[in-house]
């Protein structure tokens, strides 16, 4: 549906509730909608968002974003906040990562390694980073809220930074944290251990966000200003 110009995906679900979010990299507009909601009713809904959809939208297009990573010798990549330079070393053992200082990230390839596979290296480095990382900060924030996850999983997502699936109680979060400060993946940690507490983005919802970590606006805005990776817009 267009509506005031703008191009709207529009999905019908069994819910209760119409959702309506702007989306990476392009500001892409989407409404999930309950099956008994009109399309008149779903376009006014997007008419009463107009002015917050062109800020959200305004926000992604003067986002910085990064080059595509061709995972070379004297390239900038991140970890939890910080920026390394990274230094590819060929060598017969298996792939590996390893800070030198506060500053070089030394990528360890086998000889003739492409892009893609020093990637996946550099990926699976950063998933264990997380996996070291989570447990103590996840169950200091469950024994805070009150709330227990069923279990939790890591995976690279493009348009969020986390889920949660309220019914089987699962928390996602998203790879890429692992780039950014520490307080940012608190952030996402306590934003879903909430969503166990309250489902929507409502008013309960950022009474009980304020109540736990009462400067999350400012990390959720210094997560936004953050460069995007390439993948987010590269396609």
Not at 76 to 105: C, D, N, Q
Request: glycine share 8%; hydrophobic share 40%; proline share 4%.
């Amino acid at each position: 549906m267009t509506v005031g110009g703008l191009t709207v995906d529009v999905v019908r679900k069994p819910i209760k509730n119409l959702h309506l979010g702007v989306y990476p990299p392009h500001g892409r507009v989407r409404v999930a909608a309950p099956l008994a909601v009109s399309d008149d009713a779903v376009r006014l809904a997007v008419v009463g968002k107009l002015g917050w959809i062109k800020r959200e939208r305004a926000k992604f297009k003067s986002q910085p974003r990064e080059s595509r990573r061709e995972l070379v010798t004297g390239e900038s990549h991140y970890f939890l906040g910080h920026r390394y330079r990274m230094r590819v070393i060929e060598h017969a053992g298996p792939g590996k990562v390893v800070l030198r200082g506060k500053t070089a990230l030394d990528l360890y390839v086998r000889a003739g390694a492409d892009a893609a596979g020093r990637d996946r290296i550099l990926q699976r480095w950063y998933r264990e980073q997380l996996m070291s990382l989570v447990p103590a900060m996840l169950a200091k924030w469950q024994r805070a809220i009150g709330v227990t996850a069923a279990e939790w999983r890591i995976k690279r997502m493009r348009t969020k930074w986390g889920a949660c699936s309220i019914e089987a109680r699962r928390i996602w979060l998203n790879s890429e944290l692992a780039k950014k400060a520490p307080r940012c993946l608190e952030y996402i940690i306590v934003h879903e251990l909430v969503h166990l507490l309250e489902r929507h983005h409502g008013e309960r919802f950022t009474v009980l966000m304020d109540r736990y970590l009462p400067n999350w606006e400012s990390i959720r805005a210094q997560l936004a200003s953050a460069p995007l990776g390439h993948e987010y817009w590269d396609h």
